[in-house]
């Protein structure tokens, strides 16, 4: 059985810092890993996605993650932050078994001017 | 390119009552999945449908189910409505022939509130 956790339930941090998101999974087989990202009162949109090859993955709006076996990890980050960052952030993911997303619980982003 | 669409937006019901829930998926795909957000306990997947079966379920009572239409768009029916229903209710569809990975790609959702 697959599982995420998302370390932080919420991040607050100031316009223009670094912020990094922690993800851990435990998969017993392959996987594939993904973040979302859900703006208030919006469904989910895809940041990123590893599936394979280099371990460090590039987004849209700025955000990359960078997938560790070793650790069973991937963390987003993104060197600087904008207000119209915060949303809830999701990692999740698949063995690709192509049935289903396990999901994180979320990590609230807060942006602060 | 039109994405995953959903209705109603929102729907108000009281206990007891049915709900049913609508989603169109992206064009050319062909499975259908259906998640459950609720306040506190992230998003919890309930049913897949691909090419009009369904194909797998999540850990829900059997008074939630569904449907796929043969134009791959989808139904989502919750009988004998109680208050830890309310939640937002995502929609997401792929396009299972790339099956080397699950890119999943969600609609706006249905907020159902149970009163």
């Known amino acids: 059985a697959q599982s995420v ?4 339930s919420q991040v607050p941090v100031f316009e223009e810092a670094p912020v990094e998101l922690r993800c851990n999974y435990s998969s017993s ?4 890993l993904f973040w979302y990202v ?15 090859g280099s371990t460090l993955v590039k987004g849209i709006n700025g955000f990359e993650a960078e997938f560790n076996k070793s650790q069973t990890s991937f963390h987003l980050r993104k060197p600087s932050v904008h207000i119209s ?5 999701f990692c999740a993911v698949s063995d690709g078994s192509n049935y289903k997303l396990t999901f994180g ?9 | ?17 049915q709900a049913t829930l609508r989603c169109s998926p992206i064009s050319g795909h062909t499975s259908v999945y259906w998640y459950q957000q609720a306040l506190g306990l992230g998003l919890q997947f309930l049913l897949w449908y691909d090419e009009g079966e369904e ?3 999540g850990n829900f009572p059997p008074r939630f189910s569904g449907r796929q239409f ?15 229903d309310s939640a937002l209710y995502l929609c997401a569809s792929s396009l299972v022939v790339l099956a080397a990975y699950n890119e999943q790609f969600f609609g706006p959702g249905t907020r159902l509130t149970v009163l």
């Open chain 2, 70 to 84: 043969p134009n791959y768009s989808s139904e989502l029916n919750v009988n004998a409505l109680e208050l830890e």
């Open chain 1, 85 to 89: 960052d915060t949303a809830e952030y």
């Open chain 1, 38 to 52: 859900q703006y208030p009162n919006q469904g989910l949109q895809l940041l990123l996605k590893y599936l394979s």
């Open chain 1, 5 to 8: 956790t998302q370390l932080d």
């Open chain 2, 55 to 57: 194909r797998n379920r």
């Open chain 1, 105 to 113: 619980k979320g990590t609230l982003l807060t942006v602060n001017p």
């Open chain 2, 1 to 17: 390119e039109a994405g995953v669409t959903q209705s109603p937006t929102h729907l108000i019901k009281t206990r007891g009552q």
């Open chain 1, 29 to 32: 087989v392959s996987v594939y």
